[in-house]
T-cell receptor, first 114, second 114 residues
Framework: DSGVTQTPKHLITATGQRVTLRCSPRSGDLSVYWYQQSLDQGLQFLIQ???????AKGNILERFSAQQFPDLHSELNLSSLELGDSALYFCASSVGEYSNQPQHFGDGTRLSIL | AQSVAQPEDQVNVAEGNPLTVKCTYSVSGNPYLFWYVQYPNRGLQFLLK??????LVKGSYGFEAEFNKSQTSFHLKKPSALVSDSALYFC????????????FGTGTRLLVSP
């Protein structure tokens, strides 16, 4: 058990809809990272937050946004969903703000767009 | 920009035999290098990392990795494979300095046969 909790485990929705994915980091970790994993694109870094502030941005679409709350949990918001957004979304956490430390991954949220 | 190449989509090995999963990288300056493993329907688990020091790094579950600066490689090895090692393995890299995202390879599926 990594200590990182992601909810929900599965999400099925339709094109054009909006969803929110939630992540609770491992106790004591201040950084939260979001990744998208798909068969065609592999594992893509989306965004990182450290202690409530955005630290790094990757291949995140403008339709996607994230935030980290004072209790350090994070939410990833996906809007105007398209078929191509179907993927496994992972959250990871680490102690510090630099990605040189091991990241601890949750088991992911599988998003299916119908 | 940094990049990682895992040239083999799949590696097949018999139980008890040594295994090698290959990784080469490209980064400006010195690298941080990581190996992660992903079991079905689970998030990635940290195996080991290289920052500086000995070129042979030991990690979890009997795995080790050899850093070769001249060949820009960081191959994952294990002297004796187990059926339970069958999983998806990811190599990842980021530069030693600066604030940079961690970049993952496309993954190599390891299949250990009894």
């Amino acid at each position: 058990d990594s200590g990182v909790t992601q909810t929900p485990k599965h999400l099925i929705t339709a094109t054009g809809q909006r969803v929110t994915l939630r992540c609770s980091p491992r106790s004591g970790d201040l950084s939260v990272y979001w990744y998208q994993q798909s068969l065609d694109q592999g594992l893509q870094f989306l965004i990182q937050y450290y202690n409530g502030e955005e630290r790094a941005k990757g291949n995140i679409l403008e339709r996607f946004s994230a935030q980290q709350f004072p209790d350090l949990h994070s939410e990833l918001n996906l809007s105007s969903l398209e078929l191509g957004d179907s993927a496994l979304y992972f959250c990871a956490s680490s102690v510090g703000e630099y990605s040189n430390q091991p990241q601890h991954f949750g088991d992911g949220t599988r998003l299916s767009i119908l | 920009a940094q990049s990682v190449a895992q040239p083999e989509d799949q590696v097949n090995v018999a139980e008890g035999n040594p295994l090698t999963v290959k990784c080469t990288y490209s980064v400006s300056g010195n690298p941080y290098l990581f190996w992660y493993v992903q079991y079905p329907n689970r998030g990635l688990q940290f195996l080991l990392k290289y920052i500086t020091g000995d070129n042979l790094v030991k990690g979890s579950y009997g795995f080790e990795a050899e850093f070769n600066k001249s060949q820009t490689s960081f191959h994952l090895k294990k002297p004796s494979a187990l059926v339970s090692d069958s999983a998806l393995y990811f190599c990842a890299v980021r530069p030693l300095t600066g604030f940079q995202k961690l970049v993952f390879g496309t993954g190599t599926r390891l299949l250990v046969s009894p």
